[in-house]
Nanobody, 130 residues
Framework: QVPVVESGGGSVQAGGSLTLSCTAS??????MGWFRQLPGKEREGVAD????????EYADSVKGRFTISKDNAKKMLYLQMNNLKPEDTGVYYC?????????????????????????WGQGTQVTVSS
């Protein structure tokens, strides 16, 4: 069974919105987040959250436009993306980590650089046209 599975990607015009969903087979993780890989670039963190709390963290490039949320009862993680830009085009991944990681901002960077400490979905494509 795949630990996490993303859905909700697609194509949209600039200024449009998309909502990504991530289904976790087991909600046993301490931290979950969204990451993306833009064409020709390294994977980067987008937003993450503590499963057992309310804290969230965002990359500067998406602050004010993207919102991460979760439904613990449904074992779901979401990423609401508004005012999408062509530079948001890429593959978006859901990641989940069991071991507690105290610094959400740091995990956004660390997990992108070293994905071995988390489980990852297959990714979902988001394409924003101008």
């Amino acid at each position: 069974q795949v630990p996490v599975v993303e859905s909700g990607g697609g194509s949209v015009q600039a200024g449009g919105s998309l909502t990504l969903s991530c289904t976790a087979s087991k909600f046993i993780y301490s931290t979950m987040g969204w990451f993306r890989q833009l064409p020709g670039k390294e994977r980067e963190g987008v937003a993450d959250a503590f499963i057992g709390g309310t804290a969230t963290e965002y990359a500067d490039s998406v602050k004010g436009r993207f919102t991460i949320s979760k439904d613990n009862a449904k074992k779901m993680l979401y990423l609401q993306m508004n005012n999408l830009k062509p530079e948001d085009t890429g593959v978006y991944y859901c990641a989940a980590r069991k071991a507690y990681y105290s610094d959400l901002a740091h995990w956004l960077v660390a997990a992108a650089q070293d994905p071995s400490g988390a489980v990852w979905g297959q990714g979902t494509q988001v394409t924003v046209s101008s």
